[in-house]
């Protein structure tokens, strides 16, 4: 019985990351699984091509929007560490706080 090649869980699992990476980076979690089965899989199928069916471009376009997630996430990441750590934290959120209101004015208006 051969396996199939399917890039849905990759492709799920980098979109849902990159929706996640807007709470501090912590699409991380879900899209470096994502990129690690699609490089195994890949990895097996290069290895055993008999015992796999389905089209490995489409896990290879899964791995490179994995991939690309995962860098979204980890320089958000590193940009809310770095805020947390120099303290600019609170003046961000305080520059949000003023562009909601702004928007809720302007909405209002």
Known sequence: MKKE???TLVYVLSVISILC???GGLGVL??????YIANKKIKDAQLNPDDYEGDINAMNTAKIVA????AINVVYLIYSIYLLSTGEFDKA?????????EAQNAQNS
């Open 67 to 70: 991939l690309v997630a995962l």
């Open 21 to 23: 990476c807007c709470f």
């Open 5 to 7: 090649l399917k890039p």
């Open 93 to 101: 959120m305080e520059e949000f706080q003023r562009g909601l209101e």
């Open 30 to 35: 879900l899209a470096a699984p994502a990129f």
